[in-house]
């Protein structure tokens, strides 16, 4: 049998014995030949095989693929009673494979897969949903207590962690913020564009931008940023604070993670939302306005006039509410998942997977939410 780069062939020499040749160069990479060749050759024995011998005088190079092989044939010929003739392969591979049958496999050291019955996963998988639900639940009522202490002027924390949040929070999420706000100010005004464009109503581009940024998409891509950005950042951090155990060194000191470690951020990405919305809002205004300009031989001053009679003050509060409740979802998203990080290295990467899912979602559920109670209440 000849393998990628390796020569594997049996000889019968008599009606007892089978020589075993092996020549080239035998690696990993070239696939690995099975004992049950062999175990084919001696079952097509007519008389039996009392004694197996080897011919390596060809065999060029080789790893651990003829190692294994080995392996599985001093196997089977222990299982027939079959004698084998190591005395003509490299002393190298010899000694290996002494090696190698000294020291048994433990048992139980392969793990064996075991297929699990589909009602076990479901009731697994339903478990840990409760159990994940009851952990988040237990957050919140302790972030909610936090916060009392908080009004109190009763908790701890240091202000400096408070300033650096903001800044990571607000001024370094500027250049992502405008590059995403400005490209969606341009793809709604020239998807409007070419609508609006064949009735002769490309003014009201000017409105359609002016209206979807200030109302919904300056707030919801200004969370959804941040939550990829800061979130993010927020359960890598805390996740490597709690494999490192410095979560821990904080409780046996006496101090409260969630004071100290969680409220900053949250506090910080409160602030920073409402401001980076109302920046938002205006780049897109802004990117809409270059494709009016620059599509439609709008002046911009008429489109800048449009726009600020489509819009009313209710409209700019609303969104820079919503984005203060977008930074809420986020904060306790990212945190929340930092806090239940487990304890390996690994684990630290699912957390800031998780966070980022986790605030995207919640802040889609919340702006339906939004959109609801806001056209019930005719804002």
């Known amino acids: 049998m000849m393998t990628a780069e390796g020569n594997l062939s049996f000889t019968r020499t008599g009606d007892a014995l089978i020589e075993v040749r092996l020549a080239g160069t035998w690696r990993l990479r070239g696939g690995l030949p099975s004992?049950?060749?062999?175990?084919?050759?001696?079952?097509?024995?007519?008389?039996?095989?009392?004694s197996i011998a080897f011919e390596a005088s060809e065999l060029k190079s080789w790893d651990s693929s003829v190692l294994a092989f080995l392996v599985e044939i001093s196997a089977l010929c222990r299982m027939r009673g079959i004698q084998l003739d190591r005395a003509t392969l490299p002393a190298g591979l010899h000694?290996?494979?002494?090696?190698?049958?000294?020291?048994?496999?433990?048992?139980?050291?392969?793990?064996?897969?075991?297929?699990?019955?589909?009602?076990e996963r479901v009731g697994n998988m339903a478990i840990g949903v409760n159990g994940s639900f009851a952990e988040m639940l237990a957050f919140l009522g302790d972030m909610t207590l936090t916060f009392g202490r908080l009004l109190r002027m009763k908790v701890r924390f240091r202000a400096v962690d408070l300033?650096?949040?903001?800044?990571?929070?607000?001024?370094?999420?500027?250049?992502?913020?405008?590059?995403?706000?400005?490209?969606?100010?341009?793809?709604?005004?020239?998807?409007?564009?070419?609508?609006?464009?064949?009735?002769?109503?490309?003014?009201?581009?000017?409105?359609?931008?002016g209206i979807a940024m200030i109302r919904e998409m300056g707030a919801m891509?200004?969370?959804?940023?941040?939550?990829?950005?800061?979130?993010?950042?927020?359960?890598?951090?805390?996740?490597?604070?709690?494999?490192?155990?410095?979560?821990?060194?904080?409780?046996?000191?006496?101090?409260?993670?969630?004071?100290?470690?969680?409220l900053p951020r949250?506090?910080?990405?409160?602030?920073?939302?409402?401001?980076?919305?109302?920046?938002?809002?205006?780049v897109g205004v802004l990117g809409g306005a270059a494709i009016g300009v620059g599509m439609l031989d709008l002046s911009w001053t008429t489109y800048l006039r449009e726009?600020?009679?489509?819009?009313?003050?209710?409209?700019?509060?609303?969104?820079?509410?919503?984005?203060?409740?977008?930074?809420?979802?986020?904060?306790?998203?990212?945190?929340?998942?930092?806090?239940?990080c487990g304890n390996s290295s690994s684990a630290v990467g699912d957390a800031a997977t998780s966070a980022v899912v986790t605030g995207i979602v919640a802040i889609v559920v919340a702006c339906g939410i939004f959109a609801v109670v806001f056209y019930v209440l005719g804002i």
Request: with cysteine; net charge neutral; charged share 15%.
């Open 95 to 119: 000694r290996l494979l002494d090696l190698a049958e000294a020291v048994p496999e433990k048992k139980g050291a392969r793990k064996e897969t075991v297929e699990m019955p589909f009602l």
């Open 307 to 340: 726009t600020s009679n489509a819009i009313g003050l209710g409209d700019v509060f609303g969104g820079v509410f919503k984005a203060s409740i977008y930074g809420v979802l986020i904060a306790l998203s990212g945190c929340l998942r930092g806090i239940q």
């Open 35 to 50: 004992a049950a060749l062999l175990q084919r050759e001696l079952d097509a024995a007519p008389g039996g095989v009392k």
């Open 163 to 209: 300033f650096l949040l903001i800044q990571q929070s607000g001024a370094q999420a500027l250049p992502i913020v405008t590059l995403i706000s400005f490209l969606v100010g341009v793809i709604l005004a020239f998807v409007g564009a070419v609508q609006l464009k064949q009735f002769g109503a490309q003014i009201y581009v000017a409105d359609l931008v």
């Open 266 to 282: 949250v506090i910080a990405l409160v602030l920073m939302m409402p401001l980076l919305c109302l920046y938002s809002d205006l």
């Open 221 to 262: 891509m200004t969370g959804i940023i941040m939550a990829g950005r800061t979130g993010a950042a927020f359960a890598a951090q805390l996740g490597t604070m709690k494999v490192t155990q410095e979560i821990d060194a904080f409780t046996t000191m006496g101090f409260s993670a969630l004071e100290f470690l969680v």
